[in-house]
């Protein structure tokens, strides 16, 4: 029916957005373990390559975003845990 295939899409689109918010949450994540704390650390050190500053400017609220978008993707999955898969109706 038509009401059974817009489900069916609004389905498909709550699907797709909670996988693509994981997926940009993970590369988040791998960016600020691999890159900006390496270079906050390295920035530190007796003969930093790389300032603080530059460090800050190139990965300006990096961390921030993840946290807020951490928070997101939570509140997505959580919120997709009691999703109707199917309309009764």
């Avoid at 389905?11 to 691999?34: G, T």
Wanted: proline share 6%.
């Amino acid at each position: 029916s038509p009401h059974a295939e817009l489900i069916r899409r609004r389905n498909n689109i709550v699907f797709n957005l909670v996988e693509s918010e994981r997926d940009y949450v993970h590369q988040l994540e791998i960016l600020v373990a691999n890159y900006v704390r390496p270079f906050r650390m390295a920035a530190s050190s007796k003969k930093p390559p790389i300032t603080h500053e530059d460090v800050n400017s190139i990965f300006l609220n990096t961390e921030i975003i993840l946290f807020l978008h951490q928070i997101f993707y939570k509140g997505l999955s959580k919120k997709l845990e009691n999703w109707p898969t199917f309309y009764t109706g």
